[in-house]
């Protein structure tokens, strides 16, 4: 029957879309792309869900890389000590990242501000300050 083909064909475009629409974006994030999202037509099913997990995955990627590269600027390029990575609800891998970045970037703080405290010293004739290297 005619109609039984038509629904069969329409509920094969139904799975078939929402799951190119899902690839589309998963590629753009492995090719470091965070500006693709899916677009939700209806707000309700599976493929609402499994969007929003997607969407979610995006924001929250790039929140974080928003936030290394802001500390990382601060720190490396502009010379402001102190900066840390802030991002909420990061959880595992990307909460051990977050973590490492912070480490680095106070003991870069740590060792600039030493720099700074001995080259200040010998500038006024103090040559008794030192900086203790760990190794």
């Known amino acids: 029957c005619k109609e039984c083909l038509e629904k069969i ?5 139904d799975i078939v879309k929402p799951t190119t629409v899902i690839v589309v974006v998963i ?29 979610g ?13 802001r500390v990382a600027c601060e720190v490396g390029s502009e010379g402001k000590l102190g900066g840390q ?4 609800g990061v959880e595992g891998t990307w909460r051990v990242l977050t973590d490492n970045v912070n480490t680095m970037a106070a003991n870069l703080t740590g060792q600039l501000r030493a720099i ?19 190794e």
């Open 9 to 13: 064909k329409n509920g094969y475009i």
């Open 27 to 55: 590629e753009a994030v492995t090719k470091c792309d965070l500006s693709q999202k899916i677009l939700l037509e209806s707000h309700h099913g599976e493929f609402y869900r499994t969007a929003e997990v997607v969407n």
């Open 57 to 69: 995955f995006v924001d929250q990627l790039n929140a974080l890389a928003s936030e290394v590269t």
């Open 85 to 88: 990575v802030v991002v909420e």
């Open 116 to 134: 700074t405290e001995v080259a200040t010293a010998v500038s006024k004739g103090d040559f008794t300050r030192s900086i203790a290297v760990q």
